[in-house]
């Protein structure tokens, strides 16, 4: 959840380490640091709490201070360095905490993404030995191991013999006065890739950080490491192996728009879900070779497909579930999800005749892609539905189905969400139609299903937007507590409402099946609890919803209505209400996906939530 970024070659380069890391930031923005070997070779480093912005604002007064000597030691900036942001994981957020972390003699300087779990014992190790530790963090076991190790062995040798006594998942970048030439960059589990340009190297934990420079990539393999030395770069297996793994170009290039004159990236994402809708269908139908290609499952294993399991963490998770119910109406297909937090640590069956996708924005969640690496490793055929092209899961699972969100900074997910929940449905139509169950027409009409729904979805904001700003939200911010609830296809996007307002309001919010009321939750109902209630499309499920709406008023509680337009006696029973126009059943969801974003926003804008970066969260979750 941190990132790293590094430099090798003939520029000073301490300008385009922040720039990169400033694009890492949505990984985490805790602290940060650089350290870089300068021009009378001597390690020159400056690390602080908070982002960029304030290492930017550290460089400048240590800049205009005296702390600057006239021989140029502690000149700040090299053609060999490293930078850091940081998310904690190890020791709360402070200066001495921020990487990069030193040896004793601070002429090895480390940056590390990852969790390095037998820490604790490295340093009792390392202290008995004489070792003088400052920090709380696991990271700092690593400079004083390689502080050990490059007193007798070659550098080669000492990466090497790090890398046994560590446990755990890391990226690491290191640089040594000792070899003030050498950037060292080592990887298990955290992503790790270089940026190839002619005269120059870059690494980091993601290519975002580089497309400006170059598109050629190198993604190292798991367990490798590499020596850079001015452009040379030379990748070893942890057998001390030396390897060639290919350079790639880099197709997936977003480069930044900013905020387009909204006041949050979050807001910005939120009126970009139609466009995505509309993209995600015109990929999907005007790329249907490549993207069958890509998938990598032939029509006869589709036909014969008896199970389809989803795997994915956060929203992607509620994304799978509503995948279930398409997968399972549309497909006719037996549809399971896991959340990949659980389902690593479960007893493992290996069921025949099961494609498993695994779900996720970044590509990078760790929990998701041990999941998948699990299932490759028992040889269950994989596909990846993710938003980042260059990412391990895409790289890693046998096929992959790519979302056209682009990119989202916002750490609350939003338009993520609806081009996975636009594209499994295209999915489910497409597994039907192999298995002979819907014709072609049907799938153009999935195709018009999904353009309506994107254009409901905007319009609700629209229809509602001046009364939330100005009276409901207002009016909802004071509430220290929420009970959701939603039924059959809307308690999944019940869970997705709530996770939204518990990730950037900070209000609590319980979210129940709502046929559970009454074997537990009922007890919860008073006036000071708001229930947010989303409706069905399904005569059945609304039945059985409005009877559980009936329940919570009979009670005195105070009821939130997310209803469609024909549902008269739940619109009547409701204290507020937001009203939608009736669509195919299973897009439910969908449409009411942008109003309950944008109500969510404005009560955490009200609550003055910093809503692009919500505390203690990042946007890639890397580490367990
Ligand atoms: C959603 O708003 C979250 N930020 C989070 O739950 C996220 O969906 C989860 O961490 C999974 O991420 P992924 O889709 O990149 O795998």
């Known amino acids: 959840m941190c990132s790293v970024v590094g430099y090798s070659g003939p520029r000073l380069c301490r300008q385009m ?7 890492l930031e949505y990984r985490g923005y805790d602290s940060s640091g650089f350290a870089c070997i300068n021009a009378t070779s001597k390690l020159a480093s400056v690390k602080t709490q908070g982002g960029i912005q304030q290492l930017n604002l550290k460089i400048a007064t240590q800049e205009m201070g005296v702390s600057i000597s006239s021989s140029g030691e502690n000149n700040l900036d090299g053609t060999l360095a490293i930078g850091h942001t940081r998310w904690s994981t190890h020791g709360v957020s402070t200066d001495t905490n921020a990487h990069p972390h030193f040896d004793c003699h601070k002429s090895i300087a480390v940056v590390h993404n990852g969790i390095i779990e037998n820490f604790v014992l490295l ?17 700092e076991v690593v400079a004083h191991l390689f502080e050990d190790e490059i007193k007798t062995k070659s550098l080669e040798k000492a990466v090497l013999s790090v890398v046994t006594k560590l446990q755990g998942a890391y990226a690491l970048l290191i640089i040594s006065e000792k070899y003030p030439d050498y950037l060292i960059a080592v990887r298990k589990s955290s992503p790790l890739c270089l940026g ?12 975002t950080a580089f497309t400006d420079k170059t598109d050629q990539v190198v993604f190292l393999p798991d367990e490798s490491f590499v020596l850079i030395s001015g452009t040379d770069y030379h990748v070893y297996n942890y057998f001390g192996e030396r390897i060639y793994p290919p350079v790639q170009k880099n197709t997936c290039i977003w480069l930044s728009e900013g905020k387009s004159g909204y006041e949050h990236y979050m807001l910005k994402e939120i009126y970009e879900q139609k466009r995505v809708i509309i993209d995600t269908v015109n990929f999907l139908r005007g790329n249907t070779a490549a993207v069958m290609q890509q998938l990598n499952i032939s029509p006869e294993t589709v036909q014969d497909i008896q199970n389809i399991h989803f795997i994915g963490c956060g929203t992607s998770w509620h994304a799978g579930l509503i995948g279930e119910y398409f997968m399972q109406e549309i497909a006719q297909v037996a549809t399971q999800s896991f959340l990949a937090s659980e389902f690593r640590y479960k007893k493992f069956f290996s069921y025949p005749r099961t494609l498993t996708i695994i779900i996720s924005q970044s590509g990078e969640t760790a929990d998701s892609l041990e999941a998948l690496r699990l299932l ?10 993710a938003n980042v092209a260059s990412s391990s899961m895409v790289r890693e699972a046998d096929g992959f189905l790519l979302t056209q969100a682009g990119q989202e900074i916002a750490v609350a997910s939003t338009k993520a969400f609806t081009s996975q929940i636009a594209a499994l449905y295209i999915f489910a139509h497409w597994v039907a139609h192999s298995k002979g169950l819907i014709t072609n027409k049907a799938i153009a009409r999935a195709h018009e299903e999904l353009f309506v729904a994107g254009e409901i979805l905007e319009n609700s904001i629209e229809r509602y937007k001046f009364d939330i700003v100005a009276r409901i939200a207002p009016y909802y911010a004071k509430y220290k507590n929420f009970i959701f ?25 319980d979210c129940y099946p709502a046929g559970e009321l009454k074997h537990g939750p009922l007890a919860l109902i008073d006036a000071q609890t708001p229930v947010v209630l989303f409706s069905c499309l399904d005569e059945v499920i609304y039945k059985k919803l409005y009877g559980n709406a009936q329940e919570v008023k009979a009670r005195s509680g105070h009821l939130i209505v997310f209803a469609f337009e024909h549902q008269k006696d739940l619109i009547a029973l409701a204290d507020t209400v937001f009203i939608f126009p009736k669509v195919n059943p299973l897009l439910a969801p969908l449409v009411m996906t942008g109003l309950v974003q944008f109500f969510v926003y404005q009560i955490a804008l009200l609550l003055e939530r ?11 979750v890397t580490v367990e």
Do not use: C, M
């Open 376 to 385: 490759s490793a028992s040889k269950q055929p994989t596909v990846a539905l």
């Open 196 to 207: 190839v340009a002619d005269k120059e190297i870059f690494v980091a934990s993601d290519v």
């Open 610 to 620: 910093p809503i692009d970066r919500p505390r203690n969260l990042a946007k890639s």
């Open 17 to 23: 380490i922040l720039e990169g890391l400033s694009r």
């Open 123 to 139: 340093k009792e190790k390392l202290q008995l030995a004489g070792h003088h530790f400052v920090s709380q963090t696991d990271t």
């Open 485 to 509: 609830l939603g039924r059959h296809i809307s308690f999944p996007f019940a869970l997705e409402a709530a996770l939204k307002l518990k990730e950037i309001a900070y209000i609590f919010v």
